[in-house]
């Protein structure tokens, strides 16, 4: 992999200064930046045939069709999964949202229970709580083990005959660790229990194949994997999503209706893309996707892997900084500055151009499973260098020192 090939493609990585210093972009989990690949398609579609999708009987709207189901088929052979499998959605929240209200809210009964965990996103346990407050299904949380990870012994543990529901992150959005999915699937299915990936923190950083690993839902962003903001997608089994309501209805996703309230609504995917969708999120996304697959998902993965070693090796040198991840694979670091309140810390790397994030991450249980008040979060994507994981290691050496960011 030629990063620095890769870093030419990428406006943002061009010279851009933060706080007088080069830009230092460790905040991918939040959001990846954009190769030129993916905001010239966008562009291509805003200059040269803007139309809208699944209407229009002129050229350009059947070349905008075209290029949106083409953004479809992309998504689907990306992740192993067949074209009508694939609902764009607005993001992974949505998608979540969807199978909760759209799905488990018609499936689910009084003391049903759906099984999450102390490290999952806000996005992954509000929408479930809202479906318990409906149907009385209650939540429970299996417990993590030592390091923060849901093993499937856990998991197998929590069962029992109440269990409908699993809903839970491939890769967690803090800690980093990626669960023996597969094992989990297959412990679940041998339960009737549903599997609902959150793979917001996988898909844009390891192959995906959701044949392979049996899931019935998957969802995640594109602007986690070098495609725009305000779009993602819900993979879910056909049989599912024919047994899943539509939870944005309106024009584009029925076949009829008449004056009397008879409806017919659309086949999935269809069904559950009602009014116009974000047409240049999916052909961005595209566009990232192949990019992405240009370089390789093994490779991304291999060298996330690599940069994350490389990290700890250098943070492990210094006793100012505690870990909270260090054997997690993902590339992202959970820690803080001994002595430093997390989002003081996320302001003296601030000022030293470094973008991290600092806080809870939207996991707003885990701090306390951590027992701390929040964590700063360094996260890296291909096209980091290990020369600024030095800078970032030579900042965390003088973290002590982050009143200087406030009085310089
Ligand atoms: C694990 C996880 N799930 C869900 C989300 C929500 O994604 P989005 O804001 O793109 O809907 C995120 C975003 O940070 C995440 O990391």
């Not at 990428?10 to 690949?37: C, E, R, W």
């Not at 803080?336 to 994030?357: E, H, M, P």
Request: with cysteine; proline share 3%; charged share 20%.
């Amino acid at each position: 992999m030629d990063v620095l090939k890769i870093r030419k493609d990428f406006p943002m990585l061009d010279n851009k200064i933060m706080q007088g210093h080069p830009l230092v972009y460790f905040d991918n989990a939040a959001t990846s930046l954009k190769p030129n690949q993916v905001i010239n398609a966008i562009n291509d579609y805003y200059k040269n045939y803007t139309s809208n999708v699944h209407r229009g009987d002129y050229d350009l709207a059947a070349f905008a069709d075209k290029n949106y189901e083409l953004a479809r088929t992309t998504v689907a052979k990306f992740i192993h999964a067949n074209d009508n499998e694939i609902v764009f959605t607005s993001g992974t929240t949505a998608s979540l949202n969807l199978v909760a209200h759209g799905y488990a809210l018609t499936h689910l009964h009084e003391n049903d229970e759906i099984l999450l965990n102390e490290a999952e996103h806000a996005s992954n346990i509000l929408p479930w709580y809202d479906i318990c407050k409906q149907t009385k299904a209650v939540v429970k949380f299996i417990p993590l083990d030592d390091e923060g990870k849901v093993t499937p012994k856990a998991f197998l543990e929590c069962i029992n005959e109440h269990t409908k529901i699993l809903s839970i992150a491939q890769i967690s959005n803090v800690l980093g660790y990626e669960v023996d999915l597969k094992e989990i699937i297959r412990i679940a299915h041998e339960h009737q229990i549903i599997v609902v990936v959150d793979g917001a923190q996988s898909a844009p950083h390891i192959p995906v194949n959701v044949k392979d690993l049996d899931c019935d839902f998957f969802c995640f962003s594109a602007h986690k994997m070098c495609g725009p903001t305000g779009v993602g997608v819900l993979y879910g089994k056909y049989n599912l999503l024919e047994e899943t309501s539509s939870t944005l209805l309106g024009g584009g996703m029925n076949a009829k209706f008449d004056r009397c309230g008879n409806i017919l609504y659309k086949k999935p995917p269809f069904k559950f893309e009602g009014g116009t969708p974000a047409i240049e999120g999916a052909i961005g996304l595209k566009a990232a996707i192949d990019y992405l697959n240009q370089i390789g998902m093994e490779n991304i993965k291999k060298y996330e892997q690599e940069l994350k070693q490389y990290a700890i090796s250098k943070l492990k040198e210094l006793d100012n900084v505690e870990i909270y991840n260090a054997n997690s694979t993902s590339g992202i670091i959970a820690f803080n500055i001994k002595d430093v309140f997390c989002q003081d810390a996320g302001t003296y790397f601030n000022s030293l151009g470094i973008a991290v994030r600092s806080g809870h991450h939207c996991a707003k249980i885990l701090p306390d499973y951590l027992h701390v008040t929040g964590t700063v979060r360094a996260s890296f994507y291909f096209y980091n260098t290990k020369e600024e994981i030095d800078i970032f290691v030579e900042a965390c050496k003088h973290g002590g020192d982050f009143l200087d960011a406030f009085f310089k």
